[in-house]
């Protein structure tokens, strides 16, 4: 492989494991002597736990141990941590409720862990589970917001009142309602963003380990970030799970098979199975099976929103304020309280000049699986609000969708900007981005093709949005490079790999700032005692935060090779240069290439005291800022009337995703992304009843976007470079989501318009579609 960098469309150098078979996921790692686990989950929705019986479990053939919370508790091992609640409108913020591993008195969702068994295989366990007698007293369960909310619904914890959990707010509420006073027009709109399943395609599993001899854990489980386990579990920042010290604990995490912000968090399973590593002495490994990661996995999205804009007559948006309710399911996952509120809020004045903005949000608990965050945590949920705002708008004051974005858009020339929610926005040119994008898609000419598909007894649609996200801040991220003898370059990041390809952009980086081959860089990730410290991946931060810590980080190492060449070329510090792979003296022809150097750097007599060994170095580089990718999405679609299927004609998406390292990869990115946007709108959705059973907990029910119901897309890029960072990248990895749901949606409503139909609610499947073309058929008639 060739010297390559910034712009190459380099292949991902994980892919040839991945296609021919040989990635190595947590069901791949097994060890000698390993037990298996299952566990028993509530079949019910909210019920008191009045007894558990396991004797007959323990008494089954191959069971080495059956466990309940008080077992756990006992051992040290408490509560499951929610890392942070904003506070209410009062100031204050309220304590997560605590949320046992396993149930203790009281089950609060279908699915909630019970107990485990462990035995020598994985059917022995699994037969035993279902011989432990659990005697529950049912309670009255609500799965529905308002119905959560509303006086007299059933109580999940007797100190969240009314099931409450939070009042938070957001903005300027006395100049919005100022902006709002003197407004010529409000358009208001009801949206509801409907629950999500993850559906990784790798369930999640744990592999426990406990060696007496030093007292140490190990646990191998697919995360987004070993070390953000690691302090859940141990306490290292905060409330802790269980009762080791971190220096006890070491997390891997091998190759991951999907995260999409699920695999941020701590779950009840690997905990259990570290409590059993320890009683047991022998390995313990838990993989969870589809049904398990319907039930227990975080869901995401479930919100539902009332949003109003004020405008003038010629169409200028002057505020917006939102209400909305936000589902946090019935315990607090970590970060669970803040995707409804500070994680996406803050984006809900999208790409548009807005002289004021107020939020309220009412975070809520049901008896439903806990919600937290999956790909764009809450900036797609205001990306949605915002954009079939707009798209209302233009409907109700006959002004054209582009032409009133173009109006209120933000000009290149007020960056930077701070919105009334507080967000510093950094760079953009949306005009120009919109404008691309609608002469890809023959915007003109739609008009044209609407009225040949109504010929055809068709309708036709074209829908736009213009999203925007925040992403690539958050704390410090680490980088360690150092240079074997044979000039093998070794990259440890505190980052992690999710699919998203962060071994071949870091290699990248690595090759072009050192001027090596790619094939001379190796890079490690998710091993917490192989690599310091690290914050893994969420928030599309991998290359803003963890790409320039590895530049800065190769820069240094740089600095510290000149030490040591100035000794082997017996020069001055000053006169060395490096470029090309290796270090010159100024205007001579005499040099040392970087593996020269090196080896150099394992002579004593020729490292000086503050250089180690293979030039180490370790560099903890803070992003400066939240970088803010954003793009236009056209998506142009037919419905036939009599079925209510939806056929895709055309999807365009242009994107500033800011400088781009890798053209190939960014396309994966944006691609996935928008399919997953496009399942929201269109497909998916986690349905609860009354009594608070999923009732589509399985893929024969549960509706995924496939290769055949999604569309062909159209995606182009224009570089507009961030300031935020020293890659000038903004992010990518969850912006396709963010721009495709309010699009597909916006696309539905645009063909259904003739017929007067204004919302239906997502997913939008054919049913719906229909039975609006039925009601707008009956109404004219």
């Not at 954009?387 to 006959?398: I, M, P």
């Not at 020293?726 to 699009?743: N, V, W």
Request: charged share 25%.
């Amino acid at each position: 492989m060739g010297k390559f960098g910034m712009g190459q469309p380099i292949r991902r150098i994980e892919d040839q494991r991945f296609v021919t078979g040989t990635g190595h996921y947590t069901d791949d790692v097994n060890r000698p002597n390993q037990t298996w686990m299952a566990v028993l989950r509530s079949p019910y929705a909210h019920a008191d736990v009045k007894s558990i019986d396991t004797t007959a479990a323990k008494n089954a053939g191959g069971v080495l141990g059956v466990f309940v919370n008080e077992d756990l508790e006992a051992a040290g091992f408490s509560d499951m941590p929610a890392d942070s609640i904003p506070p209410g409108s009062d100031g204050n913020a309220p304590e997560a409720p605590h949320r046992p591993i396993l149930a203790k008195d009281r089950v609060r969702y279908v699915g909630e862990p019970v107990a485990v068994v462990v035995a020598e295989t994985l059917a022995q366990a699994r037969d035993a589970s279902e011989l432990i007698d659990v005697d529950y007293g049912e309670r009255p369960a609500v799965a529905d917001m308002n119905a959560a909310l509303a006086e007299g619904a059933p109580q999940l914890f007797d100190e969240v009142t009314g099931n409450l959990l939070v009042h938070w707010s957001m903005g300027d509420k006395d100049a919005t309602e100022a902006a709002f006073a003197k407004a010529d027009k409000v358009i208001s709109i009801d949206l509801v963003n409907n629950r999500i399943a993850p559906t990784a395609i790798e369930p999640r599993g744990a592999l426990a380990e406990y060696d007496s001899n030093s007292d140490r854990y190990t646990l191998t489980t697919g995360s987004q970030g070993s070390h953000k386990l690691r302090e859940w579990i141990t306490g290292k920042k905060g409330r802790k799970a269980a009762d080791i010290p971190v220096e006890k604990l070491r997390v891997i995490c091998p190759d991951v098979g999907g995260g999409f912000g699920m695999k941020n968090f701590l779950f009840n399973e690997p905990l259990a199975a570290l409590f059993a590593t320890k009683v047991i002495g022998r390995p313990v490994k838990w993989t969870g099976d589809r049904t398990e990661s319907f039930l227990n996995d975080t869901h995401g999205r479930d919100q539902i929103n009332h949003a109003e804009l004020a405008i003038t007559n010629e169409g200028r948006f002057l505020a917006i304020r939102v209400s909305s309710l936000g589902n946090v399911g019935a315990y607090i996952s970590q970060f669970g309280a803040m995707i409804p509120t500070m994680a996406g809020c803050g984006m809900l004045c999208g790409c548009y000049d807005i002289e004021a903005a107020h939020v309220d949000v009412k975070v809520t608990m049901t008896n439903t699986t806990p919600v937290d965050a999956y790909r764009g945590a809450g900036r797609p949920e205001a990306a949605y609000v915002m954009e079939r705002l707009v798209d209302k708008t233009a409907r109700e004051t006959g002004i054209a969708a582009d032409a009133l974005r173009r109006l209120n858009f933000i000009k290149p020339d007020a960056f930077p900007y701070t919105t009334p929610l507080g967000m510093p926005y950094d760079s953009g040119e949306y005009a120009k981005l919109m404008d691309l994008a609608m002469n890809r898609a023959d915007w003109a000419g739609f008009e044209k093709r609407r009225r040949e598909a109504a010929r055809k007894g068709k309708l036709r649609g074209l829908g736009m949005s213009y999203y925007i996200e925040a992403c690539g801040g958050g704390p410090t991220e680490y980088a360690r490079l150092s240079v074997d003898k044979n000039g093998k370059v070794l990259v440890k990041s505190g980052s992690q790999n999710n699919g998203q390809g962060q071994e071949t952009t870091f290699s990248q980086l690595t090759a072009e700032t050192l001027g090596i081959e790619m094939d001379d860089v190796e890079v490690r990730m998710g091993d917490t005692d192989d690599i310091e410290q690290g914050m893994g991946t969420g928030g599309s931060r991998a290359l803003a935060a963890g790409g320039s810590s590895v530049v800065t980080t190769a820069e240094a190492l740089i600095e510290n090779g000149k030490k040591i060449a100035a000794n082997l070329l017996e020069a001055a510090e000053v006169d060395i240069e490096f470029k090309d792979g290796g270090f010159h003296i100024a205007g001579t022809d005499r040099s040392a290439s970087l593996a020269g150097v090196a080896k150099a750097s394992f002579d004593d007599s020729l490292r000086p005291d503050d250089v180690e060994p293979g030039l180490v170095t370790v560099v903890e580089q803070p992003p400066v800022a939240p970088t803010f990718p954003n793009g236009c999405h056209l998506c142009e679609i037919e419905i036939d009337q009599d079925t209510g299927e939806i056929e895709f004609i055309n999807y365009v998406i242009e994107d500033d995703i800011g400088c781009i390292l890798n053209p190939l990869m960014l396309e994966g990115q944006i691609l996935g992304g928008a399919g997953q946007g496009v399942g929201q709108a269109l497909y998916e959705e986690s349905v609860y009843d009354e009594s608070g059973q999923l009732v589509n907990g399985s893929f024969m029910d549960y509706i995924m976007p496939r290769a055949d119901n999604v569309p062909l897309f159209d995606f182009h890029y224009t570089e507009v470079p961030s300031p935020s960072n020293r890659l000038g990248a903004k992010g990518a990895g969850e912006a396709g989501t963010i721009g495709s749901t309010p699009a597909v949606a916006n696309a539905v409503i645009d063909a259904l318009s003739p017929l007067d139909v204004c919302d239906i609610e997502m997913p939008m499947t054919p049913l719906k579609i229909w039975q609006a073309i039925q009601r707008a058929a009956t109404k004219a008639a």
